[in-house]
């Protein structure tokens, strides 16, 4: 079976920073790019940032970029995302995705998610 499991969520201060994690397990994805999106209540999830298979490659968001950085293990199948600078309209539900190499922006590139972490940032 295979699962997506986020931890690291939390509350934090404006300004402050959290990392989040995705460790993922029943196969290796290794040759899977992996991303993580975001939900704020009553909005879209949207793309926050992703990461190649070969952890060569990442993406951000305008939202997010300068301010959040997507790291990748292949060998312990692990994503993370540090996120410093953190802004109340940060708060969300952040999501691990994973799938083949294709549009890493892309909502329906996807085919494997986690249940999602709560961010809450604080004025």
């Known amino acids: 079976q295979v699962q997506l499991v986020e931890s690291g969520g939390g509350l934090v201060q404006a300004g402050g920073s959290l990392r989040l994690s995705c460790a993922a397990s029943?196969?290796?994805?290794?040759?899977?790019?992996m991303a993580w999106f975001r939900q704020a209540p009553g909005k879209e999830r949207e793309f926050a940032a992703g990461?190649?298979?070969?952890?060569?490659?990442?993406y951000y968001s305008d939202s997010v970029k300068g301010r959040f950085t997507i790291s990748r293990d292949s060998a312990t199948n692990t994503m993370s995302l540090q996120m410093n600078s953190l802004k109340p309209e940060d708060t969300a539900v952040y999501y691990c995705?994973?799938?083949?190499?294709?549009?890493?922006?892309?909502?329906?590139?996807?085919?494997?998610w986690g249940q999602g972490t709560q961010v809450t940032v604080s004025t």
């Open positions: 995705a994973a799938g083949p190499p294709g549009r890493i922006s892309d909502y329906n590139a996807y085919a494997y």
């Open positions: 029943g196969r290796t994805f290794s040759n899977y790019a």
């Open positions: 990461i190649s298979w070969s952890g060569r490659n990442t």
